[in-house]
């Protein structure tokens, strides 16, 4: 009898974290072209503290670290150990780094800036969630969240859904629950965030081309299938089903192949609100 996949459920605590870390040098490079226009909407003026909500394993604190003002101090937390220890040993020098589960913790004094690349879709609570980070900002403090877009307009996990559902049964997906594309609508977080007392909460769309890595098609499509959600059940799944699953994504890449480098289109939101 065939599996059914599901996508519920993100241990970014343990094995979710942890696959990431494996994967980081790729998924770095993958997700780089969105650190310009998200670390430009955290609008920096002055010296001031940054707190950055799911720094994964250090990436995009360098490149908060790269446009900040000089003075500025960076704090990152993750839920991840994992990834904490990875942050620590690639990016310690610019940034400290303290694991902590952001729903529930509180800081010893508030941020100016707030600065979250793709880590806000995962809260079980979310409307307690952005309650408790109304406490991180200071009055006036701006705050900046890159969500991904609705998940048809993110190429690589339509495509690694479409491949995936092509070759065994795939749960249909709650909008609503965590995970990745949770705020595709901007709607959803705009609204949260003016719930837990944010001001001029707004959204802008950014359209990217995201380079997969691998030096060919077939290497893309291997690092997709490995870094994703869905590596462990396609994993448990028999080997003819993984091998159909990796040449039809392979087939996906080799159309996406511009100059050597497999790029899939990306829809990403960019959503500023003020303490």
């Known amino acids: 009898m065939q599996k059914t996949f599901s996508e519920s459920g993100y241990d970014w605590a343990s094995g979710r974290g942890a696959l990431w870390r494996d994967k980081l040098d790729g998924m770095e490079a993958l997700l780089a072209p969105i650190d310009t226009p998200f670390v430009e909407a955290l609008a920096f003026d ?11 394993g250090g990436g995009t604190t360098r490149a908060i670290a790269a446009a900040a003002p000089a003075g500025s101090e960076i704090t990152g937390f993750d839920i991840s150990p994992d990834l ?15 694991e902590a589960d952001v729903s529930r913790y509180r800081p010893e004094s508030p941020f100016e800036r707030l600065a979250s690349r793709f880590g806000v879709m995962f809260f079980e609570d979310p409307a307690a969630a952005f309650a408790n980070l109304r ?53 959803k977080l705009i609204a949260l965030l003016e719930g837990a007392g944010f001001r ?8 990217c081309a995201l380079p997969v890595p691998g030096d ?10 490995a870094s994703s959600s869905m590596a ?12 159909r699953a990796h040449a039809r994504l392979t087939e996906v890449c080799a ?9 899939m289109p990306a829809r990403v939101e960019i959503i500023t609100a003020r303490g």
Not at 200 to 207: F, H, I, L
Not at 216 to 225: D, G, N, R, V
Not at 232 to 243: I, K, T, W
């Open 46 to 56: 002055a010296p001031c503290r940054i707190g950055e909500i799911a720094c994964g």
């Open 84 to 98: 904490v220890a990875a942050a620590t040993a690639r990016a310690g020098d610019v940034a400290r780094f303290v």
């Open 135 to 187: 406490h991180w900002l200071a009055p006036g403090g701006q705050l900046a969240f890159a969500v991904w877009g609705p998940a048809a307009e993110v190429g690589f996990m339509a495509q690694l859904r479409g491949t995936i559902a092509s070759v065994m049964d795939v749960a249909a997906s709650d909008p609503d629950a965590p995970g990745p594309c949770r705020y595709g609508d901007p709607a």
């Open 200 to 207: 001029d909460a707004a959204s802008r769309s950014v359209q």
């Open 216 to 225: 060919t098609p077939a290497a893309a499509a291997a690092f997709l299938l």
């Open 232 to 243: 462990a059940p396609l994993a448990d799944a028999p080997a003819e089903v993984r091998e």
């Open 255 to 263: 159309r996406h192949l511009e100059d050597g480098q497999v790029r």
